[in-house]
């Protein structure tokens, strides 16, 4: 069983789930949320996002992290903005020693929907499917476990191929 952190990274709001996989592919959900910085000044947001996931990984001792890759912003300063908030939540993650993947929007989609260009309804939709979450999910929790299931089935396969090399030796 290998416990996974998914994180979607945002200036304003960081999603964060947890899940556990295991060698067999089942999925189980054990938390999820968003770390919700808006309304204070930037430099207070970007410390609040490390602290509140330094907290989570110290509540929830996770084995590997996966990050979602910011590939596009609406102007300059919001991509520097996101950038320095998926910063903040990758230093969270690197101070605990966790390997990190990082997976592009349409990586996580096509894992998670089937579809790589999946809107937000359909992502949390199978999200919740997937891992028998009955309530609704915000957005930027939903992402971070759709996130998180992404890793899970490709670390899966990439184990199922590492098997495979080497009983083909």
């Known amino acids: 069983?290998?416990?996974?952190?998914?994180?979607?990274?945002?200036?304003?709001?960081?999603?964060?789930?947890?899940?556990?996989?295991?060698?067999?592919?089942?999925?189980?959900?054990?938390?999820?949320?968003?770390?919700?910085?808006?309304?204070?000044?930037?430099l207070e947001r970007i410390a609040a996002i490390h602290r509140g996931l330094r907290q989570v990984?110290?509540?929830?001792?996770?084995q590997s992290a996966a990050v979602e890759q910011v590939f596009l912003a609406r102007n300059a300063d919001s991509a520097l903005k996101l950038g320095?908030?998926?910063?903040?939540?990758?230093?969270?993650?690197?101070?605990?020693?966790?390997?990190?993947?990082?997976?592009?929007?349409?990586?996580?989609?096509?894992?998670?929907?089937?579809a790589g260009h999946a809107d937000k309804t359909q992502v949390e939709h199978m999200v919740r499917r997937l891992l028998g979450v009955h309530e609704a999910i915000q957005a930027d929790a939903a992402?971070?476990?759709?996130?998180?299931?992404?890793?899970?089935?490709?670390a899966g396969t990439q184990q199922f191929w590492q098997s495979r090399e080497i009983v083909g030796r």
């Open 143 to 154: 992402d971070a476990l759709a996130c998180a299931i992404c890793h899970a089935h490709s």
């Open 84 to 114: 320095q908030a998926r910063g903040a939540a990758l230093v969270a993650l690197l101070e605990q020693d966790l390997p990190v993947c990082e997976y592009t929007a349409l990586q996580i989609k096509k894992a998670t929907v089937g």
């Open 1 to 42: 069983m290998q416990r996974i952190i998914g994180i979607d990274p945002g200036s304003l709001r960081t999603g964060y789930g947890i899940i556990e996989a295991d060698s067999a592919g089942r999925l189980r959900h054990i938390t999820h949320g968003c770390v919700n910085v808006s309304g204070r000044p930037f």
């Open 57 to 62: 990984l110290q509540d929830f001792a996770p």
